[in-house]
Structures are given as structure tokens and as C-alpha cells.
């Protein structure tokens, strides 16, 4: 998270997806309370979550130990598609669904399995 910190405006404003172990958690919050959010994950979790911040103007990921993002903006035909069973996500924010058992995909591209 430190990259996207250090990369965009304190004040910008993401969208963020979490586990905190009992459900994923979706919240709009600027990136600085985002962070705060992923330094007390990884200060009581280490490597064992999944936390997530996007805006148009990026995408990270830290999935459980892996970290990916993606500092350009995002394409325009580029989809973030969610599952839709995901606290609080807003309905007319989602793209597209997909199996239940995989929570989110990638701006470019799924984490894991298929959409068959």
C-alpha cells in the first residue's frame, strides 16, 4: 500500500474491499484512511489477508501475502466485476458478477479460477 501512498493524493478518494475474517467489507474512504485500514490488518494479520483499494486512477491488491496494483488509469473498457454478496457494495457500482466462491477480479485480469 506503501507505492499508492506514496504515489497519489492523501485525500483521494478509493473504494476499498476487505476481510476482516468475518465478511468482505466494502467502504468508499480517502487513500490516507485506507491505509490506516491496511496498516492494522498487517499489524495484527502479518500476511494472512485480503485487502483491496481502487480508483480510476489505480489498482491494488494485497491478497493474502501477494501484492499487485496497476498506477495507470483505468482503460475504458476495462470492467471490475464483484460479487455481489460483498457488505455495504453498492449495487449500481458492479459490472458484472460472477461465481460465488470468488470474491473479486482484477482490473486486468481474475485472481484465481474462471468465469465459465
Given amino acids: 500500500m506503501n507505492i499508492i501512498f506514496?504515489?497519489?493524493d492523501k485525500k483521494l478518494k478509493c473504494?476499498?474491499?476487505y476481510n476482516d475474517?468475518?465478511?468482505?467489507?466494502?467502504?468508499k474512504l480517502t487513500v490516507?484512511?485506507?491505509k490506516e485500514i491496511f496498516d492494522k490488518l498487517k499489524s495484527t494479520n502479518y500476511k494472512d489477508f485480503y485487502f483491496r483499494a481502487f480508483a480510476k486512477e489505480f489498482d491494488y491488491m494485497y491478497n493474502y501475502g501477494e501484492e499487485i496494483y496497476?498506477?495507470?488509469s483505468?482503460?475504458?473498457?476495462e470492467k471490475l466485476c464483484l460479487n455481489p454478496k460483498i457488505k455495504n457494495l453498492p449495487k449500481t457500482n458492479v459490472n458484472g458478477v460472477k461465481k460465488d466462491n470468488f470474491h473479486v477480479y482484477f482490473?486486468?485480469?481474475?485472481?484465481?479460477?474462471?468465469?465459465d
Fill in 21 to 27: 475474517y468475518k465478511e468482505f467489507v466494502y467502504l
Fill in 70 to 72: 496497476d498506477l495507470e
Fill in 6 to 8: 506514496d504515489k497519489f
Fill in 74 to 77: 483505468i482503460e475504458p473498457n
Fill in 15 to 17: 473504494e476499498v474491499i
Fill in 32 to 34: 490516507e484512511e485506507a
Fill in 107 to 115: 482490473r486486468m485480469g481474475y485472481i484465481q479460477g474462471d468465469d
